[in-house]
């Protein structure tokens, strides 16, 4: 079965900039997947960032971005906030309904 | 605007069969949107469960498709999860989400509900 891979975490400084990546265990990410990205604090549900691949949902600010880099999805974040610390999850579409979360990146700031 | 809550028992006996209903309020779950379950472990990732379109089609995560079944009760606006022979392992925190009409992606997340499977 197709494995989605993702960092499993990553720090980044406050105003920084940071890129999390969403890959396939055999082969690329392509816009074919449509590539969709979610946040998710704490006890919270997840919260919709960018979907296909570069789309920004309603109301997330413009320091989150979407984009295919080399033969991965990639989620950056540019001039990181404390309230950016959370767990950034892709998701890609395999086709016939099926969708594959990849496992996760807890992002800190600090 | 729309809205979905999830509701079932929140203990559920091994080997038993967990069973869960999202409502959909401020809007009919016959628009053109798929309908999804996605579950989270205690402490673990998400995983997509299955999908459901008003009219009954469904489509189901491959690894769990023996033991899913999905359904959608138009006249109550709402749809269903079905797992059987649960173990420890289906402990987690289900939400139910709807399916954006283009971009296949999640646009719209109940708030989760905890089932355990515990004797």
């Known amino acids: 079965q197709t494995v989605v891979t993702q960092e499993p975490s990553f720090s980044v400084s406050p105003g920084g900039t940071v890129t999390l990546t969403c890959g396939l265990s055999?082969?690329?990410?392509?816009?074919?997947?449509?590539p969709s990205w979610y946040q998710q604090t704490p006890g919270q549900a997840p919260r919709t960032l960018i979907y296909?691949?570069?789309t920004r949902s309603s109301g997330v600010p413009d320091r989150f971005s979407g984009s295919i880099l080399g033969n991965k999805a990639a989620l950056t974040i540019t001039g990181a906030q404390a309230d950016d610390e959370s767990d950034y999850y892709c998701?890609?579409?395999?086709?016939?309904?099926?969708?594959?979360f990849g496992g996760g990146t807890k992002l800190t700031v600090l | 605007q729309v809205q979905l809550q999830e509701s079932g028992p929140g203990l559920v006996k091994p080997s038993g069969t967990l069973s869960l209903t999202c409502a959909v309020s401020?809007?009919?779950?016959?628009?053109?949107?798929?309908w999804s379950w996605v579950r989270q472990p205690p402490g673990k990732g998400l995983e997509w469960i299955g999908e459901?379109?008003?009219?009954?089609?469904?489509n189901y995560n491959p690894s769990l498709k023996s033991r899913v079944t999905i359904s959608v009760d138009k006249s109550k606006n709402q749809f269903s999860l079905k797992l059987s022979s649960v173990t420890a392992a289906d402990t987690a925190v289900y939400y139910c989400?709807?399916?954006?009409?283009?971009?296949?992606?999640?646009?719209?997340w109940g708030r989760g509900t905890l089932v355990t499977v515990s004797s």
């Open positions: 989400a709807r399916d954006a009409t283009v971009g296949r992606y999640f646009d719209l």
């Open positions: 401020g809007g009919s779950i016959s628009s053109s949107n798929w």
């Open positions: 459901i379109y008003h009219s009954g089609s469904t």
């Open positions: 055999s082969g690329s990410v392509s816009t074919s997947y449509y």
């Open positions: 296909s691949t570069n």
């Open positions: 998701v890609l579409y395999m086709g016939s309904g099926v969708r594959v």
